[in-house]
Structure formats: C-alpha cells, structure tokens
T-cell receptor
Framework: DAKTTQPPSMDCAEGRAANLPCNHS???????VYWYRQIHSQGPQYIIH???NNETNEMASLIITEDRKSSTLILPHATLRDTAVYYC???????????FGAGTTVTVRA | NAGVTQTPKFQVLKTGQSMTLQCAQD?????MYWYRQDPGMGLRLIYY???????DKGEVPNGYNVSRLNKREFSLRLESAAPSQTSVYFC?????????????FGDGTRLSIL
C-alpha cells in the first residue's frame, strides 16, 4: 500500500529553486516524512525529515502543510549534481524499513 | 569519512554458487540493514539488525542469511544463488532510538547470477 504519491518526473533549470511535491493524505500522528535521493548508480542519500514543523538543513527545506497531508521538498539553488530520483517516505516509530516508492525523477538542465 | 563500505562492488555468480556480501560502517551506529533494488523498483528490506547480537527478517528474506559479526559489520549470505537474486544490494546503518534516525547507505554491490 503506497503511503505517498509523487509526480513521476520534473525538470528544473540550474540555479533555480526546485519544489518537489508529495501527497501523504493517510499519514498518522506519529509518522514522520523523510526525503531521500538516489543519484544514478549510488546508494540512497538522506536529505531531511520532519514531523509537523518546517525543517531546513544545508541541503534542503521541508515544508509540511498544517494538516500534514502533503509536503514539499525545496532545493533552493538546483545544480546539475542534484539530478536524481527523489523519494518521499512516510515512516512511523514502529517501522524498521524504509518503503521506497517510485519517486520523482528530477532532471536539472543547464 | 568512509561511512558505509560494501564489498565487493560487482560480482557474477553461477546458479547454485554461494557468496557473502560484506558491509562495514564506521559511524558507531547500532542498527544495520540489507536491502535489494531491482531495475526500476524501489528498495526492499531483506534483513535488519537492530543492535549487535540481534537480527530480524524484513520483507524478502527467503534465500538469504545474515550475520551481525560485531557492531561495525553485517554480512549477507546467499547459500545457493538463483537468477531471481540478480539485483543491486545496499547496506545501510542508523542510530537506534525514537524517532527513528535516518539510514545511511553504502554504494551497493551489483550482483548478477547466470
């Protein structure tokens, strides 16, 4: 059962902000939203996670709606090296595994 | 910063052969995981070890065994390889605690079984 819905692909211009949406309408109160990305031929890379407050780190910002049914990952200044598959994952405190769906293939163009 | 190191990076086996994939982490994490990723699909958990001395099955454990050798190392063994086990295998580690801490991944072992 897919817990998240993401667009299959999106393009972004280099230097511009990339806004990646994710719907998680069935999220429950103790579940976190995690974002990972996978650059071709590499292992997944953790980006950021949050519960209900917006979060920011050196890689990205995570905006979670007040009802927590959707979120947006923001890459503030996309570079060519940000081209990757981005995964939005909902994970509860009892979840040992990360459930990777199909993700969004983001292509950053010069 | 080595992080999570997997060996080998590539391997070709014949059906029925056995093999052990090695994983080591230098982040002093308590928990370690083995996933497989098939073409065009997301990762699926094979086995995990919440802490040294414990291992548990994930979503797709059949055909695999694991050993948590010590806090740093977690190996995955294929006793009798089958073509259906052709995949990319990723090891990951994380700290243990609530909320669950992010998992950090190695760069994978690409395994082909003929």
């Amino acid at each position: 059962d897919a817990k998240t819905t993401q667009p299959p692909s999106m393009d972004c211009a280099e230097g511009r902000a990339a806004n990646l949406p994710c719907n998680h309408s069935t999220i429950s109160g103790n579940e976190y939203v995690y974002w990972y990305r996978q650059i071709h031929s590499q292992g997944p890379q953790y980006i950021i996670h949050g519960l209900k407050n917006n979060e920011t780190n050196e890689m990205a910002s995570l905006i979670i709606t007040e009802d927590r049914k959707s979120s947006t990952l923001i890459l503030p200044h996309a570079t060519l090296r940000d081209t990757a598959v981005y995964y939005c994952i909902v994970r509860g405190n009892n979840d040992y595994k990360l459930s990777f769906g199909a993700g969004t293939t983001v292509t950053v163009r010069a | 910063n080595a992080g999570v190191t997997q060996t080998p990076k590539f391997q070709v086996l014949k059906t029925g052969q056995s093999m052990t994939l090695q994983c080591a982490q230098d982040m002093n994490h308590n928990s370690m995981y083995w996933y497989r990723q098939d073409p065009g699909m997301g990762l699926r958990l094979i086995y995990y070890s919440a802490s040294e001395g414990t291992t548990d099955k994930g979503e797709v454990p059949n055909g695999y065994n694991v050993s948590r050798l010590n806090k740093r190392e977690f190996s995955l063994r294929l006793e009798s390889a089958a073509p259906s086990q052709t995949s990319v295998y990723f090891c990951a580690s994380s700290e243990w605690g609530l909320p669950y801490q992010p998992q950090h991944f190695g760069d994978g072992t690409r395994l082909s079984i003929l």
